[in-house]
């Protein structure tokens, strides 16, 4: 991992110019004009082959003609004249350049073409291409040839975009969130979102990083860079777009039904303290709640409002995404209502009527006892009239109450935030006044207490923090042959995982003499089969000869082979443990309901490797079926010790065949009571390796 002193790569020059060249006609005349409207201070210099100037500015013919290698440059013009640009940029010396045109990569003629930019930039670091650029709102650096809602600022947080559309969009953003930066990626074919997450986890300027994103490019690099965020104490938050297939038209197994390209994304999210979010909004109060206090100690939180519908709402929706509401001790409910009117019933959430609206000393007190409570994210709800519908000063009263009391002596709580119910009715003015306070201005209950929840999940990785998981790449589909039920038990006997002896055997008098030695037994079909059940290839309680000797007829009539083995136990519940293959992010363990459950429930977890027993420990408990694991009315609780033994025992497998593994499926996994048994079987299991790589192992 990369020490937290630095990035990797130098681009100090781009993203925090001293001079800015543009390039180009009309596009680049607008980045002139975006960069003046922000107050840039530096040079800008335009390059046009023929004008004399733009936006009255002297224009200079080339590259090679300008003052000086300029730090930043704004690219607009055709691809080929691209290629040229950048390679007299690298020649000269320069800082970095924003490569605006579309055409490379994404369509079936530019992949030649952006393997020439990337050899004509060199070691000069580029943005896209494909992208409209960046904007330093910290100095006003604005290469960037439209329209956006930033604002100059000291400090705030960076939002990194793989849509240039969604990024403008963020920008317009009215919820007094102060931005520091703008990057959009585009096809990222230098400059990766790792690179860029980096970079700006660099910048003492940047108080939390916000993402939008559709795919993870490098996804080591994107590992790599988060890490490093962590270590500089900037949290980062993503709203991931868009799911693939991840091949799943090619994958035959249960496991495949409950994986995915977004599932998967959302685990290495998780596994790295990224805090994931679904909606805009949601991003941006995440955002919001980081920048002005950091992550949350905890999830126990405070609601207050002057209504019974709003302190409903609040329990509901909070409850909802996991935040607590303590109780209040007498002593707290006793100092809280001490300057409130005495019909005031005190609790959490509390509705303090209207009795005391306005009355600025009371209030006032009031805060200053919900400010002692031990709550990490307090908040009034509280929304605005629309504007000339009624005079606001008591409005202001409440915010002020709010604020007096965060130099409480005794306090305990964190920050407070002021929240509307709904998203518009907190006029940009209130907000403004809000976070001027000290205070945090919350849009919206729903997308409020999301960010909270998230908020809290940052400080949750914060405090115990997961080691980083490891890219196994495993192999692809084509070729893949499938081991029969019987090789793949072996194969999984052989790395502890335990599984039932069994006998393969070829003709009728084989069977009966395997169902003599087991007793009671099941009698399979082998051979290239995913779902047996369905062809009426298994038979279950086979006891004597006639029904050995009759099921040997029907299934020998199925398949050439059959696997004999002893009927497994009565389980407390049934499992699925599997190892899918997600193209970008590679081999990744699922863990979830099993047996004819798996499709119904769709109840699952996905863990990357490596694993660590805590990790599965977690995963399980996540799951709907944990009740059943735990004793569930009265029954006896499963061995658990047992469960997480194979899991870890399977992790050892995928470490030792990944270079050849395609997937793999356990199912159903026999889960035993604590005692009884061997703790959990392997009942039915499919793997499927690749026929082209031989394992080293």
Known sequence: MVDAAAPKRPYARLLNPASIAVVGGSWAAAVIEQSERMGFAGDIWPVHPTRHEVRGRKAYASINDLPAPPDATFIGVNRQTTIDVVRDLAARGAGGATCFAAGWAETADGVGLQDDLLAAAGDMPIFGPNCYGLINYTSGATLWPDVHGGERVERGVALICQSSNIAINLSMQQRALPLAYVLTVGNGAQVSLGNMIEAMAAEDRVSAIGLYIEGFGDPEAFIEAVHFAHQRGVSVVALKAGQSDGGQALTLTHTATLAGGAAVASALLARLGVAEVSTLPSLLETLKILHFKGPLDSRRVMSVSCSGGEAGLMADLGEAVGLEYPGLSTAEAERIKASLNPLVTVSNPFDYNTFDWGDAEALSAMWHGIMAVDVAHPMLV????????????????????????????????????????????MPPDAAAKISALGLIPGHGLEDHLIAVARAADIGVYRTTPSSPPRILPGAAPKSAVMLDEAQAKTALAAHGLPTPPHAVCVSADEVVAAVAEFGVSAVKILGNFAHKTELGGVRLGIADTAAARATAGDLLALSERVLVEPMAAQPLAELILGVARDPVLGLHLVIGAGGVLTEILQDSA????????????????????????????????????????????????????????????????????????????????????????????
Request: proline residues 7%.
């Open 606 to 697: 996905i863990l990357l490797f490596p694993l660590d027993q805590t990790a599965v420990s977690r995963a399980l408990a996540t799951l709907k079926i944990w009740p059943m694991l735990t004793g569930y009315r009265g029954a006896p609780p499963a061995d658990l010790d047992a469960l997480v033994d194979a899991v870890m025992a399977l992790a050892t497998f995928v470490e030792a065949e990944g270079d050849r593994l395609v997937e793999l499926d356990i199912n159903p996994l026999f889960v035993h009571a604590k005692g009884e048994a061997s703790g959990v079987s392997v009942v039915d299991a499919l793997i499927r390796l690749s026929a082209d790589t031989k394992s080293s192992h």
């Open 382 to 425: 509280i929304d605005w009239p629309r504007a000339g519908t009624g005079p606001t000063h008591t409005w202001d009263i409440a915010i002020e109450a709010v604020a007096s009391a965060l130099d409480s002596p005794d306090r305990q709580a964190g920050v407070p935030a002021l929240v509307t119910s709904l998203p518009e009715s």
